[in-house]
């Protein structure tokens, strides 16, 4: 298994934020990680430092700004979008939601909240 160095947060829920970060800090795989709270502030991230490429996207798809498929839209249009490993973790269970996820070729799987250990050890079975 291999760590993963740096993790981008995508999320408004600070509840949810504060608990995954818990289940990060646990998991020894997990080194940095970093929170934003939409869409655009992160693609304006993305777009200044070409050094600072998260291994990992954990992604909400309802937050305000920029939600997360138009965060998804704009991130394809990257020209080394290839770099970028993109996991939608949603409340939805909508299975038209888990289908458009797999038109990014960005994303790589779509995990349903709540999120639990289990959930994160699998997000690692990509590396």
């Known amino acids: 298994m291999k760590k993963i160095d740096l993790t981008y ?5 600070n509840i949810f934020i504060f608990v995954l970060m818990k289940l990060l ?5 997990f080194n940095k990680v970093l929170e934003f709270k ?4 992160l693609l304006e ?3 200044k430092s070409t050094e600072n490429i998260p291994n990992v996207i954990l992604l909400d798809i309802n937050m305000p700004v920029l939600d997360g498929w138009q965060f998804l839209e704009r991130l394809e249009e990257f020209p080394n979008k ?5 996991f939608i973790m949603s409340s939805s269970i909508d299975a038209s939601d888990i289908e458009k996820s797999k038109s990014f070729s960005t994303v790589k799987d779509f995990i349903s909240k709540p999120i ?3 959930k994160l050890d699998r997000l690692l079975d990509y590396f």
């Not at 947060?9 to 829920?13: C, N, P, R, S």
């Not at 800090?25 to 795989?29: G, P, V, Y």
């Not at 939409?38 to 502030?41: A, P, S, T």
């Open 45 to 47: 991230s993305l777009a």
């Open 9 to 13: 947060i995508l999320d408004d829920d």
């Open 38 to 41: 939409n869409g655009k502030e």
């Open 116 to 118: 639990n250990k289990e």
């Open 25 to 29: 800090a646990k998991n020894e795989n």
């Open 82 to 86: 290839s770099r970028f490993n993109v």
